[in-house]
């Protein structure tokens, strides 16, 4: 090619590109914006709460819930585990009132071994009404431990009717962590569905709940 041609359109070539210098340097600047966007905006966040039982083995009969993920609020992480026993597992609770004390200290192998029976996603106003069941409990007056009327399903209850749940206390279940988890999977289970929750565990006989209560 003449060297007169090829410098042509080499000049009109770069006077093309002049041209368009403002589209491309808006198009770049949004692209730029959009990169910065996605890494400024956080991940999807959501706190997810699963009810546990532990019945048929050597240690006490407990239930318990595992909240875990992530607060929309603050992007905190959350990673707990909370229960309600007797200080001291003795011949004494079968006679009335003992100490009683929040626990959090529910390990792998533990949980492992116990019985999930559902798994929901919870609001970060819900997962603070279940705080505030978790404090109120952790700071009743002594002895706060009684196998009849306060023990750890009495707690898992509590905790449920603050997220919403019907959570009603039959007395023949309240020494049951399994049945009653179990007779409170079956009392919820549209609401459950309704919030996309995973369930478990499904009972071996059918709910018998009756009209009830919602918390909230």
Not at 48 to 76: A, C, E, W
Request: aromatic share 10%; with cysteine; net charge positive.
């Amino acid at each position: 090619m003449p060297n007169g041609l090829e410098n042509i359109l080499t000049f009109q070539y770069f006077r093309s590109i002049v041209t368009r210098l403002p589209h491309l340097s808006q198009f770049f600047g949004l692209a730029l914006a959009s990169v910065l966007l996605a890494a400024a905006t956080p991940a999807s966040a959501a706190v997810r709460i699963t009810f546990y039982s532990k019945q048929l083995s050597s240690s006490f009969p407990h239930s318990f819930v595992v909240m875990s993920g992530t607060l929309d609020r603050s992007g905190s992480r959350i990673d707990e585990d909370y229960g309600f026993t007797a200080k001291s597992v003795s011949p004494a609770i079968l006679m009335g009132s003992v100490k009683g004390e929040v626990v959090n200290d529910h390990d792998a192998s533990y949980v492992r071994h116990s019985d999930s029976h559902f798994t929901l996603t919870i609001s970060d106003a819900e997962y603070d009404r279940a705080m505030a069941t978790v404090e109120r409990w952790r700071t009743r007056r002594q002895p706060s431990y009684d196998l009849g009327s306060r023990n750890c399903i009495h707690f898992v209850a509590e905790i449920a009717a603050s997220i919403g749940m019907r959570a009603d206390t039959p007395k023949s279940l309240m020494r049951k962590p399994r049945s009653y988890l179990d007779y409170l999977t079956g009392a919820n289970r549209s609401w459950l569905r309704s919030r996309g929750a995973t369930i478990h565990r499904e009972a071996t006989t059918p709910s018998r709940a009756g009209p009830g209560r919602r918390g909230g």
